[in-house]
């Protein structure tokens, strides 16, 4: 047995240093890098649009009115969906281990990634919302596979093409919603409420496999919550998500900025180690350009671990917008990217570096040094304790901000999976697939290897592949979808609107369009 666990860790361990290695990284930032020049640099030229119509209108009535349309959601409930799932265990512990490996600098680098990684998600979302259809149900259905299936799939030559990727896409997205989307979000709430409100009644009692009886009883509250929201589908799934991710979001960086501000003597250092070691990495990384490819690479990998642009995964619940315009609803993504890795993930690492100064505290900015006791998945805990350390107060809301944050992702990827079931076995079948990653939420709870992690790991990065094919070859059609929109919308031309691929469903969009 021990063979065997060797070799599926021998044949992981290749394939992850493919999918995110450097081939990985490369397809994947130079794919937000062409997006971003095919579309004039979007996220910049149109920041003020894109703001307005994003959280810019968050309190207008059709923004956050909830859809009557069976399956359908408004574009905020779409949003916070989207965040539950991206917004998980790599904002805390993600961003920390990045640091402790490649240094300060690996900030700078998640900031480049997130910055063309907006225009990737853009541009995911727009395709999904292009290539959608309603489902047996009557729901929206879209995402990776459906633009790959009849967009890629579409192209000369390219029909069998398309519906490969568009079968390995769903395989991928559906293991990975078993681990990274169940499991290994759920391992990590267990360690950290367990470290932080341990009940020693509890967790003195082993059962098999030396797993604590706490941890399997928190394990099943999870479990239970998971199915009562889970199990009533989309539409109680995006309800709770929309109003635990703000609280959450907010909830974090209230906390963060008291830790800052605490430190605000801390701060202009941390932005110039940041800004400094991108280019010259501290000793401990290694020096030369050997310093910053390891700062670059793990900035990379954290970066899009957390936001997910690129891997194909928010689009399946964008698609259920009641939004008609497809650049719309690209413009949450190109927020939902933001709010992720420029707001939350900032506030992670500002929290870190400033921690009792850059040579002392949790972590030691100038010789990569942790303090006694902690690890890069406690780091952030440890630094909140520096402030707050009377009656373990740090880390106890650190527990409460890892339960939040992984526990919506895990709603989020469930909705992500059972869109991947359904492309797969038909949307009738799709119960199952929910009992299924209900069930998979125990076993996080015993986890105690983190072989199960690294694989689900790995087919996260695997869906990245065939999608950004996708999105790459769909990239002039992406330019065409986003011309039309500004020349109707911000040039105010009178052309006819591209918003869907469908002319059924183009004409019934126009006809909704010109009554609004």
């Not at 225009?119 to 959608?132: K, P």
């Not at 609280?247 to 605000?264: D, E, K, Q």
């Not at 900015?365 to 902690?374: N, P, Q, S, W, Y």
Request: charged content about 15%; hydrophobic content about 50%.
């Amino acid at each position: 047995m021990e063979a065997i666990i060797e070799k599926i860790t021998e044949i992981n361990s290749a394939v992850n240093g493919v999918v995110w290695g450097i081939p990985g990284l490369v397809l994947l930032i130079g794919t937000g890098i062409i997006l971003t020049l095919f579309t004039k640099v979007f996220q910049v030229s149109r920041i003020g649009h894109w703001w307005k119509n994003t959280i810019g209108s968050i309190f207008k009535k059709d923004v956050i009115g909830h859809s009557k349309e069976k399956g359908s959601i408004s574009p905020f409930q779409a949003l916070c969906t989207a965040l539950a799932a991206t917004v998980g265990t790599g904002n805390i512990a993600g961003v920390a281990a990045a640091i402790c490996i490649g240094g300060a600098g690996a900030v700078f680098w998640m900031w480049v990634a997130a910055f063309f990684g907006m225009m990737t998600n853009y541009s995911e979302n727009v395709l999904g919302m292009y290539f959608r259809r309603k489902n047996a149900n009557g729901e929206w259905s879209g995402g990776a596979m459906y633009y790959l299936k009849d967009g890629l799939g579409g192209k000369k030559g390219c029909k069998w093409i398309g519906t490969v990727l568009a079968v390995l896409f769903s395989i991928f997205t559906m293991l990975a919603s078993f681990g990274i989307g169940s499991m290994g979000q759920v391992n990590k709430i267990v360690a950290n409420v367990a470290a932080a409100f341990d009940v020693r009644a509890l967790s003195s009692i082993t059962v098999f496999g030396g797993v604590s009886l706490y941890n399997i009883i928190i394990g099943v509250v999870i479990m239970a919550l998971t199915a009562l929201i889970t199990l009533g589908g989309l539409k109680r799934i995006a309800s709770v998500a929309e109003k635990i991710v703000p609280f959450m979001v907010v909830l974090f960086v209230a906390g963060s900025l008291v830790i800052i501000g605490i430190n605000y003597q801390s701060i202009i250092p941390a932005f110039k180690a940041i800004f400094v070691n991108a280019f010259k990495p501290e000793a401990f990384v290694g020096g030369g350009i050997g310093g910053v490819i390891i700062a670059m690479t793990n900035g990379f990998k954290r970066g899009v671990f957390s936001n997910e642009a690129g891997l194909g995964s928010s689009v399946m619940v964008h698609s259920n917008s009641n939004i008609k315009e497809p650049v719309k609803q690209g413009m949450w993504g190109i927020f939902e990217v933001f709010a992720d890795t420029m707001i939350v993930c900032t506030m992670t690492a500002l929290v870190v570096l400033t921690s009792g100064g850059l040579a002392g505290g949790a972590f030691n900015v100038e010789t990569g040094e942790i303090a006694e006791g902690l690890t890069d998945a406690t780091l952030v805990a440890g630094a909140f304790n520096e402030v707050f350390p009377w009656g373990n107060i740090g880390q106890r809301f650190i527990a409460i901000a890892m339960f939040l944050f992984a526990f919506t992702t895990v709603l989020g990827w469930s909705h992500y999976g059972s869109k991947a079931w359904e492309y797969l076995f038909g949307s009738k079948t799709t119960f199952i697939f929910r009992i299924i990653h209900v069930i998979t939420v125990i076993f996080g709870a015993v986890l105690s290897s983190s072989l199960a992690w690294d694989i689900s790991d790995t087919f996260n990065g695997l869906m990245m592949i065939p999608n950004l094919i996708g999105v790459l070859v769909l990239a002039p059609l992406v330019m065409k979808i986003t011309k039309n929109y500004i020349d109707r919308n911000i040039k105010k031309k009178e052309v006819k609107p591209v918003l869907s691929y469908d002319s059924n469903i183009e004409a019934a969009f126009e006809q909704s369009l010109d009554a609004e």
